[in-house]
């Protein structure tokens, strides 16, 4: 998943990146690849640095160092062009609550260009995938926490993308409908050959043979497959290595926390 090396093929390449806000840093010289059809975890507590690498990737925040690219653009240099292939589920929700969920998803439609014939044939495709067809003509408002978060599924999927980006999609909703969700994200990656960033702080959310980029206070402190890491760190499981490698890096008197 990561090498020094930046590899063509990378359907996600984030390089020497770093951040800091004023006089704090918020990252620090982040480096990782996800080759396509790849489920990779970016696993870290709250204030790792998840949510800024999200912002930059998605340029919401300006690069200041490093660089980004989407199947091998430039997010920087080619701006929209680069974004094109993105499909992303931001930590806060994003939806219109007084619009149905057909309405959201023809609007996002509309703004990636799909002609409505494709739009409605796309979200029902993909409502269906996610057992809810039946709330299409439903307000938003109306619907549980689960239900809006498969609608903004739903909604980044609409232009078939390419890499889907994932900010701490489960928070706050019950253990089945987390499972639900992590399943549908994971068959995204498995069977359309979709690349997957998914930020969490939750370690039940992430499978054994998935990619894992641990972040801890703006840096990356392991990768590797999880099996490897787990391997590496001298751990019982993922859990065990996770918080090893969380004190071991908290203990580094070179650490400062980021912003």
Do not use: C
Request: hydrophobic share 45%; net charge neutral.
């Amino acid at each position: 998943m990561t090498s020094n090396r930046e590899n063509p093929e990378a359907a996600l390449s984030v390089a020497s990146v770093s951040h800091v806000f004023g006089e704090r840093s918020a990252l620090r010289n982040v480096t990782f690849e996800i080759a396509p059809g790849r489920f990779a975890a970016l696993l870290g507590l709250n204030g790792a640095g998840k949510t800024t690498l999200f912002s930059l990737i998605t340029r919401l925040l300006a690069l200041q160092q490093g660089s980004i690219k989407v199947a091998g653009l430039d997010v920087t240099r080619m701006g929209s062009r680069a974004l094109a292939p993105l499909g992303v589920v931001f930590q806060q929700p994003a939806l219109d609550l007084d619009l149905s969920v057909r309405q959201n998803l023809r609007y996002f439609a509309a703004l990636q260009g799909l002609s409505r014939a494709s739009a409605d044939d796309r979200m029902m495709r993909t409502l269906e995938d996610l057992a809810m067809p039946e709330r299409i003509d439903e307000k938003v408002r109306v619907l549980n926490g689960g239900h809006r978060r498969r609608v903004e599924i739903v909604r980044a999927l609409m232009h078939e993308p390419s890499v889907l980006l994932l900010d701490e999609a489960t928070v706050g909703l019950d253990v089945p409908t987390r499972a639900t969700i992590v399943d549908h994200v994971h068959n995204l990656a498995s069977e359309r050959g979709i690349a997957v960033l998914w930020a969490t702080h939750l370690i039940d959310e992430i499978r054994a043979a998935d990619d894992l980029i641990v972040l801890n206070a703006g840096q990356v402190i392991e990768s590797g497959r999880v099996g490897e890491v787990v391997s590496r760190v001298g751990a019982a499981d993922l859990a065990g290595a996770f918080h090893g490698l969380i004190e071991k890096d908290s203990l580094s008197p070179s650490r400062k926390d980021p912003a």
